[in-house]
């Protein structure tokens, strides 16, 4: 059974479009995290929920917002997608923050900017 | 900065062999380092979390080893089989972060019958 789950599996969105990606978890975990992963490339943390609180890494572009309206779903919001946004975008949970929390990922959505 | 590296980038063996993947990282102060695999298109699974007092993890055909001092961790896979073809990432969780993983780019594994 699916833990962690991602829709859509493909989003296909118009430069400078606004897309939102989806997550829900029924772990009840308390950290939700978004990860951006290129092709070929190190998925990189865009920015993480502690419970409510919301903590962005230091170099994640400005046209990546997120929202966490309760435990079980997260949002993640591109306000003007470029073509450079174009990536599987990988969600996923931990129980708690910190060390030796294993992370729990979701399928990702692939999205295609044209 | 934290770099993860990960060595051989493509890999391709014939069934049964037994293999080694490599992954190493130029900051030793971590909490712990992990092995994923990914398979096509898909979401990451974790494999062995390697705690920073630990020296290796086993589970099943896998063995993860981790050398902080020298920055390094292998995953060694036992009598391999077609359904191990994917990509294998390590990520490193450092002290001072707050649940932010440093992953490397990935060894894509492909097991021939």
């Known amino acids: 059974d699916a833990m962690v789950i991602q829709n859509p599996r493909y989003q296909v969105t118009q430069f400078g479009k606004p897309v939102t990606l989806s997550c829900s978890q029924t772990l009840n975990h308390n950290v939700m995290y978004w990860y951006q992963q290129k092709s070929s490339q190190a998925p990189k943390l865009l920015f993480h929920y502690y419970d409510k609180d919301f903590n962005n890494e230091a170099d994640t572009p400005d046209n990546f917002q997120s929202r966490r309206p309760n435990t079980s779903f997260c949002f993640l919001d591109i306000r003007s997608p470029g073509l450079g946004d174009a990536a599987m975008y990988l969600c996923?949970?931990?129980?708690?923050?910190?060390?030796?929390?294993?992370?729990?990922f979701g399928s990702g959505t692939q999205l295609s900017v044209l | 900065k934290q770099e993860v590296t990960q060595i051989p980038a493509a890999l391709s063996v014939p069934e049964g062999e037994n293999l080694v993947l490599n992954c190493s990282f130029t900051?030793?102060?971590?909490?712990?380092l992990q092995w994923f695999r990914q398979d096509p298109g898909k979401g990451l699974t974790s494999l062995l979390l390697?705690?920073?007092?630990?020296r290796e993890q086993t589970s099943g055909r896998l063995n993860a080893s981790l050398d902080k001092s020298s920055g390094r961790s292998t995953l060694y896979i036992a009598a391999s089989q077609p359904g191990d073809s994917a990509t294998y990432l390590c990520?490193?969780?450092?002290?001072?972060?707050?649940?932010?993983?440093?992953f490397g780019k990935g060894t894509k594994l492909s097991v021939k019958p």
């Open positions: 900051d030793s102060a971590i909490y712990n």
């Open positions: 996923a949970t931990s129980r708690d923050r910190g060390r030796d929390e294993k992370l729990f």
């Open positions: 990520a490193v969780e450092l002290w001072r972060s707050q649940g932010n993983l440093i």
């Open positions: 390697i705690q920073s007092s630990q």
